[in-house]
């Protein structure tokens, strides 16, 4: 997987990167991962209605199974929340790749053949329940694997939620 950091945190840029290849290798699998390339733009970004949105993945290319993605990332989010959207975003350049989603126009999406329209509920989505998923749970496994990257509880936090 080639990635591309734009204007991330130098704090955060390690783990994003371990993180980023990590879920990528998971997502996509040994074979199509070294195909994939991702740039990662850390940026505010806006969705059509105008409400601030955690992440956004664009497909780069013009293939029926795309290979390059550019994903945004709203950099005022804490290390944690920005992996998970990173996993969340992530996921849906695999479920491209792999054609199983195809935004087929503005009202029609196809989810592993199956036709949805804009009476889906986002949340009821299945794209979205499986990037859901996958962008709460990958952030977990890779501090697992990778416990250097954790973040360490601030002891404000502690003090705050009082002793346990």
Not at 28 to 34: A, E, S, Y
Not at 111 to 134: L, M, V
């Amino acid at each position: 997987m080639k990635i591309r950091l734009l204007k991330c945190d130098p704090k955060h840029r390690n783990g994003v990167r371990e993180f980023t290849k990590f879920a990528g290798r998971i997502l996509f699998g040994p074979h199509l991962v070294r195909h994939i390339h991702t740039s990662i733009s850390f940026r505010e970004i806006k969705g059509v209605d105008g409400d601030d949105l955690d992440g956004q993945c664009t497909v780069s290319d013009d293939e029926k199974k795309p290979r390059r993605f550019l994903l945004h990332v709203d950099p005022t989010q804490n290390f944690e929340k920005i992996l998970q959207t990173i996993g969340h975003e992530l996921c849906h350049a695999k479920q491209f790749a792999r054609g199983e989603l195809i935004y087929f126009n503005k009202y029609i999406t196809i989810w592993k053949n199956d036709s949805y329209g804009e009476e889906t509920s986002y949340y009821r989505e299945p794209w979205e329940i499986e990037a859901f998923g996958e962008g709460l749970c990958l952030p977990q496994y890779f501090y697992e694997e990778y416990p250097e990257f954790k973040p360490k509880i601030d002891k404000k936090e502690v003090d705050h939620l009082g002793k346990l």
